[in-house]
């Protein structure tokens, strides 16, 4: 089967309402939250009740059981008007797909329903102060003791991380194994959202970012913090590298996404103002050197859109998707990069003020090439698959 661009009408009148709510309540006030770094407990409400937190989770467990396609298009939506609302629900829609596809029954029964309505919300917590792209070397660790797992350990950047009444957390049950992965787990850590200090848990102040946001990103401190043991998921020791690099996967589709919506937005802002911006009698669209960097940019978004579309309808077909999950990303994450300085040069000096939305988007950017995999571990992971499928 080949990839399709024509969207289904049920997608159509999804992407038109969040499109709708965008346009109403995100654009108009996303710049000002954004330089106040202020979490938009508002708009988080009215995703909520548009059931955004649900989008992707079966409808038998209340959600409206989209596939990852649509979820994707949403998330350029999202991104198109700020980019931290991609945030918020990243790691809510990837612990959701965890416990979907891993989760024993009791786990779906006791998460899906609740995290459905956004009435708990999930953050994703892999990374550690020493160690991000190497994800085996981490050493946050969970020793069962009769019912509970006991936590310590501290992770880093994580996404969500005071908010989420729910942390899919990767950490070893086992710290001798050998090789490492084998001794990895995947815990559903219950927390109470907005507390800072729990008996075993502490959550730091939010981390000062570049960009992006809006969405707090924290540290998590766990020193004995317990777990029940009936919160691993899949119920499986030694499961967890599979099950979060599972879950990164389709992550990075959602990266990609999140990638076009930012850059979409920057050329939407680059060429109105280049009709509207005169330079030597004429508008500067009318140079032939900024019509060919819009040209670039229009082109290189609609390459990675319809990267980021193969991608989603391959895995909703049930088919192998890493190779082109991490082209997507890959491509859509620099693309990003590329489009957001064009977008800022072609305002030149207005590019470099707040009072202008290229502004953000230009800082926003370089998370793309950062999470979930740099750009230097895609065209790893790339390279390999690429070896495996073409192998002598
Ligand atoms: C804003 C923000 C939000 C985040 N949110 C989350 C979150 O919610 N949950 C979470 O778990 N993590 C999160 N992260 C962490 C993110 O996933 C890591 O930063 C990322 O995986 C890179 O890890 P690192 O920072 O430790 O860099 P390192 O792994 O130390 O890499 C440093 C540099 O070395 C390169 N490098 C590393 N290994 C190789 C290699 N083998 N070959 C070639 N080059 C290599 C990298 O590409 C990079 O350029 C977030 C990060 C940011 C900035």
């Known amino acids: 089967m080949t990839l399709t661009t024509e969207l289904t009408d049920v997608q159509k009148e999804i992407v038109a309402t969040v499109r709708d709510f965008v346009e109403k309540d995100v654009i108009p006030v996303a710049n000002e939250l954004e330089h106040a ?8 409400q009215k995703m909520k009740e548009i059931g955004l937190f649900g989008l992707k989770i079966p409808e038998e467990y209340g959600g409206l059981g989209e596939p990852l396609t649509t979820y994707a298009l949403v998330v350029v939506e999202l991104a198109r008007g700020w980019m931290a609302l ?16 891993f989760g024993t029954p009791e786990q779906k029964q006791k998460f899906l329903p609740r995290m459905a309505t956004g009435e708990v919300r999930a953050a994703l917590s892999m990374s550690e102060p ?88 924290t540290e998590l401190i ?6 029940p043991v009936e919160n691993l998921l899949g119920g499986e020791e030694g499961q967890g590298f599979y099950q979060i690099m599972a879950g990164i996967e389709v992550g990075r589709v959602n990266v990609a996404a999140r990638a076009i919506g930012v850059a979409q937005r920057a050329f939407e802002e680059a060429i109105r103002y280049a009709q509207e911006r005169e330079t030597f009698g004429k508008p500067i669209a009318q140079h032939q050197a900024i019509q060919f960097k819009l040209a670039e940019m229009a082109t290189q978004i609609e390459a990675a859109r319809l990267l980021m579309m193969n991608a989603a309808q391959k895995k909703d077909r049930g088919e192998r998707t890493d190779l082109e999950a991490g082209m997507a990303k890959l491509f859509a994450s620099e693309m990003a990069m590329f489009v957001t300085t064009e977008a800022l040069r072609i305002h030149g000096g207005y590019g470099y003020s707040k009072e202008f ?26 390279g390999r698959q690429l070896l495996e499928r073409y192998k002598i």
């Open 86 to 101: 991609s945030g918020i629900l990243n790691t809510h829609f990837i612990t959701a797909w965890q416990i979907e596809n």
């Open 222 to 227: 766990f020193d004995e913090y317990e777990v």
């Open 37 to 44: 770094d202020t979490y938009p407990a508002e708009i988080v």
């Open 130 to 217: 020493h160690a991000g792209s190497d994800s085996q070397a981490i050493k946050c660790k969970a020793i069962r003791d009769g019912d509970v797992y006991k936590v310590t350990g501290t992770k880093m950047w994580v996404t969500n991380g005071l908010r989420s009444g729910i942390v899919s957390l990767m950490c070893k049950t086992d710290p001798s194994a050998d090789p490492p992965r084998r001794g990895i787990s995947v815990l559903l850590v219950e927390k109470e959202p907005e507390a800072t200090k729990l008996p075993g848990l502490e959550v730091s102040p939010n981390i000062d970012k570049l960009g992006y946001k809006g969405v707090e990103t």
């Open 357 to 382: 939305t290229v502004e953000r988007l230009y800082r926003d950017a370089p998370f793309f090439i950062i999470g979930e995999g740099t750009s230097e571990i895609q065209k790893q992971i790339v």
